[in-house]
C-alpha cells in the first residue's frame, strides 16, 4: 500500500513541475491604441522564454477569442470567457 506521505510528495513534485512550465494571464485589456501593433505577441514570446505554455483566461472579446482558436492548443469556454493555451507554436 503507498502511503499518504508518498502521495503527498509526488503531488508535490508534479504540482511545482507544473507551476514551472505553464504560467497565467487573465483578463488580458489591451488598451485600443495599441492593439494590432504585436504587443501580445510579443508579451507571449518573452514569457514563452522561461515558460513551456501560456494559459490565457478570462477573454471576453468575442473577435480577438476567435482569432486566438486556431492558434491555441486548447481552447475551453468558462462562464468569465474563453481560455486558449499557447506555446511555442502560436508564434509561427
Known amino acids: 500500500m503507498i502511503s499518504k506521505e508518498l502521495v503527498w ?3 508535490g513534485t508534479v504540482a ?3 507551476c514551472d512550465q505553464v504560467i497565467r494571464i487573465e483578463n488580458l485589456d489591451i488598451h485600443p491604441a495599441i492593439q494590432n501593433k504585436g504587443i501580445f505577441k510579443l508579451l507571449v514570446e518573452k514569457l514563452l522564454d ?3 505554455y501560456v494559459l490565457i483566461t ?4 468575442k473577435k480577438w477569442a476567435e482569432s486566438l482558436k486556431s492558434k491555441a492548443l486548447e481552447t475551453y469556454e468558462e462562464i468569465r470567457g474563453d ?3 499557447l506555446d511555442k507554436s502560436f508564434l509561427d
Open 83 to 85: 481560455c486558449f493555451l
Open 16 to 18: 511545482k513541475s507544473l
Open 50 to 52: 522561461s515558460y513551456s
Open 58 to 61: 478570462a477573454v471576453i472579446n
Open 9 to 11: 510528495e509526488l503531488y
